[in-house]
């Protein structure tokens, strides 16, 4: 790895570790996936198609859907604005968004469509000795446009919400509910209030209907039809770019080209081409959705289209290796980011997903352990140090401090060793169950989110006063003191490095 790319890398472990909750505003087509899982074990004597035997159905957010639903797993508040039916499939997608978090009373049932549905008809090639793939898409839906009527009612309702907003999300599935008028007040609505619009656009060749948005994130099949530039490398990328930006005054053209990896172009003509990490691609579907709401989720952030850019290609890379439109966690970015597939950074968490893992743990009844520091330089004393604390419990939960806090307490000079080297070293650790990093100069509020059942901190800590003894104590948690190994320090170990180094050999 580079300097530039391992740079770069810290970079974005930063920002994931220590990114915010947005607050999106989602404006689209909303709809209700279906998924018949099934297998295939002959052909029909009717045709010769496959015969799948159900076995198992599930029901997903789809299309706009999607992306909320990605956004509610990542952390963002979101509030959705959009259309469908009133009837038994839209309850079922109401009632879904709902368990996930986000607002739906912008969300508006007419009688006049349908919920538009898409049925996945998904099976086990047993014969072919292949694995879960399509066979079959059933579509229901109605693409006319809207009603007027509906069309006041929804500007009225993002009239009220974009007060709170930090970003607005366009996701057109060309379903009839993002028609021109509703376009431009939205993307008015954002430049009066300077918050940024993001669309992910319909299949079409005219994208002037998004003009004046910030940003556009058409595939590489989607970009050929808007600006008729077949995309085959950085040069005819540039040339799509540069044409859709003037075209439609867009700050920012993201360009995604699958195994090419994705392309961010700037309205100041600079580009820059992210190159993806070969995977193995399962299904493409939800892709284009884990792009926009990546991009929402990290931009709302108030951080860079590049930076988004970067973890949306690593986003949407672990996406494709999943079957439907699954949501990718933080957590599972955050491992890519460290080690890729490697499975020992799965320990490495974001502490929102670090809880829901904690609570699983609890209905086990199993015995949460958590204690916290640098761990900079690792030697024999942590070793010892992390070892007893394991058996303190059943699940040993390390607090690692950043960079920035690991400066703000030993100096400019420290750490030796970057956050994110120092994270994968101690998830590495056959003790260890789980890594979090923690930006303050105390884990006080780390543990008020954990609530571990044990506490342990090094002997040395006994008279200066465990940070959170209080918390833990009041509902019945320890605290326990770990022996301290002497004459073992990572201060020590540096020393004894610029001795040696500093000593002139004999002639």
């Not at 309205?267 to 884990?290: F, Q, R, W």
Request: hydrophobic fraction near 35%; glycine fraction near 8%; aromatic fraction near 6%.
């Amino acid at each position: 790895m580079s300097d530039k790319t391992e740079r770069t890398s810290r970079n974005l472990v930063q920002i994931l570790s220590n990114i915010g909750s947005p607050n999106i505003l989602l404006v689209g087509d909303f709809m209700l996936d279906k998924y018949v899982w099934g297998e295939v074990t002959r052909i029909s004597q009717e045709a010769p198609i496959p015969v799948l035997n159900a076995t198992s159905e599930e029901i997903r957010p789809g299309g706009a859907g999607s992306v909320a639903n990605n956004l509610a797993h990542l952390g963002a508040n979101v509030c959705c604005c959009g259309v469908i039916g009133r009837d038994s499939e839209g309850e079922r997608l109401l009632e879904n968004l709902d368990s996930i978090g986000v607002e739906t009373d912008g969300i508006i049932q007419v009688s006049d469509r349908p919920t538009t549905v898409k049925v996945r008809m998904m099976g086990h090639l047993q014969s072919a000795g292949k694995g879960i793939q399509q066979l079959l898409r059933i579509d229901y839906e109605k693409t006319d446009d809207i009603e007027e009527k509906t069309e006041n009612e929804i500007i009225n309702k993002i009239e009220i919400k974009i007060q709170h907003v930090d970003i607005i999300l366009l996701s057109d599935m060309n379903k009839g509910v993002l028609s021109k008028r509703l376009l431009e007040m939205v993307i008015k609505l954002g430049k009066d209030h300077k918050i940024p619009v993001i669309v992910d656009p319909r299949l079409s060749n005219d994208y002037t209907i998004y003009k004046g948005a910030t940003a556009i994130t058409p595939n590489r099949y989607e970009t050929k039809l808007s600006t008729g530039i077949k995309i085959t490398d950085i040069d005819s990328m540039k040339s799509a770019g540069k044409k859709l930006s003037e075209e439609s005054s867009f700050e920012y053209v993201i360009i995604t080209a699958d195994k090419d990896g994705m392309f961010l172009y700037r309205n100041d003509e600079s580009c820059d081409l992210i190159p993806t990490v070969p995977k193995d691609v399962y299904d493409v579907s939800g892709a284009g959705d884990m792009v926009l709401s990546v991009f929402g989720f990290v931009v709302g952030s108030k951080n860079s289209f590049q930076d988004a850019a970067m973890i949306a290609n690593i986003a949407a890379g672990i996406e494709v290796g999943k079957i439907g439109a699954v949501p990718v966690s933080k957590s599972e970015i955050l491992s890519e980011l460290m080690g890729g597939s490697n499975p020992l950074y799965s320990k490495i968490k974001i502490l929102n997903e670090l809880e829901e893992t904690l609570n699983k743990h609890r209905e086990n009844n199993e015995r949460i352990v958590f204690t916290n520091g640098c761990f900079d330089i690792l030697h024999i004393g942590h070793i010892e140090y992390l070892k007893f604390s394991r058996q303190q419990g059943d699940i040993l939960v390390i607090g690692l401090n950043t960079d920035r806090s690991v400066r703000e307490q030993k100096g400019d000079k420290r750490p030796f060793v970057s956050e994110e080297e120092r994270a994968r070293l101690i998830s590495a650790l056959e003790d260890v169950s789980y890594v979090v990093l923690f930006d303050e100069l105390t884990p006080e509020n780390l543990i008020r989110r954990i609530k571990p059942d044990v506490l342990v901190k090094g002997e040395d800590w006994k008279e200066k006063g465990v940070v959170g003894r209080g918390f833990v104590e009041s509902y019945g948690g320890k605290v326990i003191l770990a022996p301290f190994v002497k004459n073992v320090s990572t201060t020590d170990i540096v020393t004894r490095i610029l001795e040696r180094n500093s000593r002139v050999p004999e002639r």
